[in-house]
Nanobody, 119 residues
Framework: QVQLVESGGGLVQPGGSLRLSCAAS????????MGWYRQAPGSQLELVTRITSSGNIYYADFVKGRFTISRDNAENTMALQMNSLKPEDTAVYLC?????????????WGQGTQVTVSS
């Protein structure tokens, strides 16, 4: 079995920064695309950013220029540097990854970490 564990959430003032991390563990052969999603209260789950195993990156328009995704394939980790945070960035942020754990790729989710942007 594979687990994704996020860390780094918290309370930050508007304009501030946070860095989220996601660590994958378990029976991992390889990891394909990894990504961050978020869900605010009363809103649908939305894709924030994703990165392929070769480093191709997609950012949603609402975070372009403010957020930076990165990954360490050797350590099976992913990070999200969030700068210039806005109150509308408040949400639970979830790590997602396609993981080959037994010859097949399966999609896994972390439990989520709360990010609150407020003065």
């Amino acid at each position: 079995q594979v687990q994704l564990v996020e860390s780094g959430g918290g309370l930050v003032q508007p304009g501030g920064s946070l860095r989220l991390s996601c660590a994958a563990s378990g029976n991992i052969v390889s990891i394909g695309t990894m990504g961050w999603y978020r869900q605010a209260p009363g809103s649908q789950l939305e894709l924030v950013t994703r990165i392929t195993s070769s480093g191709n990156i997609y950012y949603a328009d609402f975070v372009k220029g403010r957020f930076t995704i990165s990954r360490d394939n050797a350590e099976n980790t992913m990070a999200l540097q969030m700068n210039s945070l806005k109150p509308e960035d408040t949400a639970v942020y979830l790590c997602n990854a396609d993981v080959n754990d037994s010859g097949l790729y399966r999609n896994y989710w972390g439990q989520g970490t709360q990010v609150t942007v407020s003065s």
